[in-house]
Each structure stands twice: as structure tokens, then as C-alpha cells.
């Protein structure tokens, strides 16, 4: 009932998505097997850079979560990271660590793109949320006004993750600026630092896509149906 030409390029999309988590997988469990030259286990990497940007009131935790729960919370000031980062010093750990201190850093900036994710917030939660019952019985229903609320209300949680795309990328790119400026990684490591952060990073473009063309299918169908 729900079949659309758009399904067919969907389905790639998840493709890419679960390739993509695969990868990140894969280049963590493999920078983890190289030890650091610093030998500087992830929670130092973190207190290290936190408090060569002033950041001594950012607290660093260790998460309950398990492998790769490690974020930022900006509203405890608060670094989770996960064991196999906190207390490794592999290549691994320290991009990890180092990526989630750009967030801070980010944070302790008022970075305009991260103000802009933080006020996005409550839209993406309320679209994400209550757009799939609203697509589903406007489907259903065949109610036009139902599909096009459920529309909006989906894009909100789109342009969300729109938003969160050159967040995670500048906190890379901080990261990576961070580990070398301060002697943490030489330049040969620098390269193992790029692939587990690029792979990362891989996983929010495909998530990010994937968003992307349901909303473009949805407006495709909605647009079929009110002609």
C-alpha cells in the first residue's frame, strides 16, 4: 500500500547506513590494536585538552552504556566515555576522547551551528515523535491535511539531523587540531585518527540521507495524491 519507486533508492541508502556502522566497527577495533606513541589513555587525552582551553569545569565520567556510548551533555557539562576509551590508550581511544572535547569545546564557544542543533531540539523531538502516526493515518485515511502535518512535522526532525551533520564534522576537525597541537599523536598517527573519525562521521551522512529521501518520497506521494 505504501510501495513507492523511492523505496528502491531507500533500501540503498540503509545499505550505505549499515555499511557505514560496520566501518566505524571495524576502524575502531583496529585503531584500538595501536597503541598511542603518548601512551595517554583517552581520559587523559580529555582532561588534557579540557584544560588547555580553560575548561576545568567540564567533568569527565565513565559511561555505564557499553562500547561507543561515549557523548557529550552539555547540560551537566559532563564527557561520558565508554571503558574501552577511558581507559585505553590506543589510536582509537584518543580520537574518541579527543572528538567528544570538541563538543565541549564547541559548547564553551557558543559554536552557531550547536546553538542552532541545541534550539532544534524540542521541534525534532515533537517530529520525530508524532510524524509517523500522523503519516500512517493520513495513508490510511486518506486524509491530505493529515500527510501534510505529518510533513512538516517530519522535516523538523530532518533539518535536525541536517544540522547535527557539520557539528560532528567541526568537532573532528577540532579534535584532530587538539591531538596534534598538543603532542598527543605524531603525524603518522594523525592518519589512524582521521579514519576512525571519518568512519564516524560516515555514519551520520547515510542516517542523514536516509531521512532525507523518506521526506522526499513523502512529498512525492502527497503531491501524487492531491493531484
Known sequence: MFFHPMDFIILIAFGLAMWAQAKVKSNFNKGSRNRASSGMTGVEVARRILDSEGLSDVRIELSRRGA?????DPTAKVIRLSEPVYRGNSISSLSVAAHEVGHAIQHANNYSMLV??????????IGSQLAPFLL??????DMLNLIGIGIILFSAAVIFQLITLPVEFDASSRARN????LGMITNQEERGVKK????????????TLIAVLELVKYIMIFREREN
Open 68 to 72: 561507543l556510548s561515549d557523548h557529550y
Open 116 to 125: 542552532l542543533r541545541h534550539k532544534f531540539v524540542p521541534f525534532a523531538n
Open 136 to 141: 500512517i493515518a493520513g495513508f490510511l485515511l
Open 178 to 181: 587538539k591531538l596534534l597541537e
Open 196 to 207: 576512525v573519525l571519518n568512519a564516524a562521521a560516515l555514519t551520520y551522512v547515510a542516517s
